[in-house]
């Protein structure tokens, strides 16, 4: 009986750890729901979690002064199962890499793409993926930046709804994406890569 007991104890803590190789990378692509929503179908993804980041103000908030900053989604995976250049392939086909006045229907700085790099190794893996989509539009400029890390703000408090929007309110969740047309101009951009 005794030993039954450990084993339910030890398992149940196991669960509620996180990986022990858990990374994180960082990346800008317009309305952070829909960032969210999209990375965390990714399987090897633990979390992601909806924030700002790339400006100088501390503790932005969405209803406030977040001027600088970049709406962002840090991604938390186990690189056992998906690696950081997984996620900058499946991060390029869920942005229009052509816009320099936001995403879809949302314009203005808070909304542009970005990829912001924690290190070396990263740097180079996105300046990579960057010239592989600058080489497949030849006629066409890229303008989405490959960015040093800056402190990442998630969204908290009594805007805390913003996470995981997708699943509290997918009625209009799914409205506000059909509407702002981010689909189509994903599957316009990206044809059968496209993951939506």
């Known amino acids: 009986m005794k030993k039954k007991w450990y084993v339910l104890l030890v398992a149940g803590l196991l669960a509620n750890i996180s990986p022990a190789f ?12 829909c ?13 992601v979690i909806s924030g700002f ?26 690189p056992a199962i998906i690696s950081y250049q997984d996620l900058l392939n499946y991060y390029w086909v869920n942005i229009d890499p052509f816009d320099d006045r936001g995403q879809f229907c ?21 300046e990579e993926s960057r010239r592989v989509v ?19 703000y998630p969204i908290k408090g009594d805007e805390s709804y ?5 699943k509290k309110s997918p009625v ?4 506000y994406r059909w509407n702002c047309g981010r689909d189509q101009r994903l ?3 990206w044809g059968a890569k496209a993951t939506h």
């Open 22 to 33: 858990a990374d994180k990378a960082i990346f800008a692509g317009g309305c952070f729901w």
């Open 35 to 47: 960032m969210e929503s999209d990375f965390e179908k990714l399987n090897g993804v633990t979390e």
């Open 53 to 78: 980041t790339g400006g100088s103000i501390e503790d932005p908030i969405y209803n406030g002064n977040h001027q600088g900053h970049y709406e962002a989604v840090e991604v938390t995976y186990d």
């Open 106 to 126: 949302d314009k203005g700085h808070s909304y542009l793409s970005a990829i912001f790099v924690a290190n070396e190794h990263e740097r180079r893996l996105a």
């Open 134 to 152: 600058v080489e497949q539009f030849p006629t066409r400029t890229v303008v989405t930046p490959i960015l040093d890390a800056k402190t990442f």
């Open 162 to 166: 913003h996470q995981d929007f997708y």
């Open 172 to 175: 209009r969740y799914k409205f």
């Open 187 to 189: 599957k316009a951009i």
